[in-house]
């Protein structure tokens, strides 16, 4: 689950960082590209985008960062333990 919210937070910001630098290249040039309605209706979408992005980043963020490293290391070691006392006893199909 981890790992799987670490994979999307990762694909979040990529994404936002592509909108945030087509947003720069928009705004260095913006007669290079279509006229100055369909400009502001891009850009427009574009910010809305960004937004709702960072939104979902830092809400992943906060849930990813609620549980001190400390916490986290502790409750992995507890795993690990658990595992290898279950690994070490004979399986009963009784």
């Known amino acids: ?6 994979d999307e937070l990762s694909d979040v910001l990529g994404a936002e ?5 087509m947003q720069a290249r928009i705004a260095s ?5 279509a006229g100055y309605r369909a400009l502001q209706a891009l850009c427009g979408l574009i ?4 937004m ?4 979902r980043a830092e809400l992943l963020g906060e849930r990813l960062d ?3 490293p400390d916490a986290l290391g502790h409750r992995f070691e507890a795993y690990v ?3 290898k006392r279950q690994a070490a006893e004979p399986w009963d199909a009784t």
């Open 1 to 6: 689950m981890r790992r799987d919210e670490l």
């Open 17 to 21: 960082h592509d909108l945030a630098v």
């Open 29 to 33: 040039d913006p007669h290079g590209f």
């Open 47 to 50: 910010e809305r985008r960004r």
């Open 52 to 55: 709702e992005l960072q939104s």
């Open 66 to 68: 609620a549980e001190e």
């Open 81 to 83: 333990s658990a595992w």
